[in-house]
């Protein structure tokens, strides 16, 4: 049985998918700052053995979000189905506009932080409202639910080890970028996880 979903939290999850993704699109993939988690582990299996992301990427992501269901329920699943099936199509709607920032593929720097706040504020909405655009969101909610742990120490845990593992085949001057911008936005998800919206008490 589907469990009633609050539109309220489908808008957030809507809103978050589309920060997401904008910034992924606009930032990250002009920049050439790598990433952690599921994507930075696809490219190493990918450079290393020859698999193809599609198919490690899709195993994976399969693999958590299981799991989330396991520990999280049916209603995590729903709220991630939104959230995952409308970050992939505003991504593909994204796609059919030239990127708007181009030149930040000669500012590192600047990607790594900008790119730091669209994940971060996008993937914070939704996993505040209790879902996942992606694998790497359901494993981090699952393992923080788990461990009792906050959920910007599970994603930087994770980030790190894929991280030290890309040292094999990517600079140290790229990857230290990457390891900024995955810090930043581990952050500033938890911050938005937790944050105290007001109240039409406290406004008043």
């Keep these: 049985m589907i469990p009633k979903l609050s539109p309220k939290r489908c808008i957030t999850a ?4 589309a ?3 904008f910034g992924l699109y606009n930032v990250h993939s002009m920049s050439g700052v790598t990433e952690g988690g599921v994507l930075g582990l696809t ?3 990918h450079h290393w053995f020859g698999i193809s992301p599609s198919v490690s990427g899709f195993i994976m992501n399969l693999l958590c979000y299981l799991l989330g269901f396991r520990l999280l329920g049916k209603e995590f699943i729903a709220y991630s189905v939104v959230a995952g099936g409308s970050f992939s199509i505003f991504y593909a709607i994204f796609e059919q506009f030239p990127p708007l920032w181009p030149q930040l593929a000669d500012t590192p720097l600047l990607a790594a932080i900008v790119g730091s706040l669209f994940v971060g504020i996008g993937v914070g909405l939704c996993v505040r409202i209790g879902s996942a655009p992606t694998g790497d969101d359901s494993l981090a909610l699952s393992l923080s639910s788990l461990l009792k742990v906050k ?3 599970v994603y930087l845990a994770s980030d790190l080890i894929v991280l030290a593992l890309s040292i094999s085949y990517i600079p ?3 990857l230290a970028y990457s390891l900024l911008t ?3 936005s581990g952050q500033i998800i938890g911050f938005v996880q937790r944050a105290k919206l007001p109240t039409k008490e406290t406004i008043s």
């Design 43 to 45: 490219l190493l299996l």
């Design 19 to 21: 920060i997401l993704s």
């Design 14 to 17: 809507l809103i978050g998918s």
């Design 172 to 174: 140290l001057g790229r």
């Design 182 to 184: 995955v810090i930043l």
């Design 151 to 153: 959920i910007q120490w």
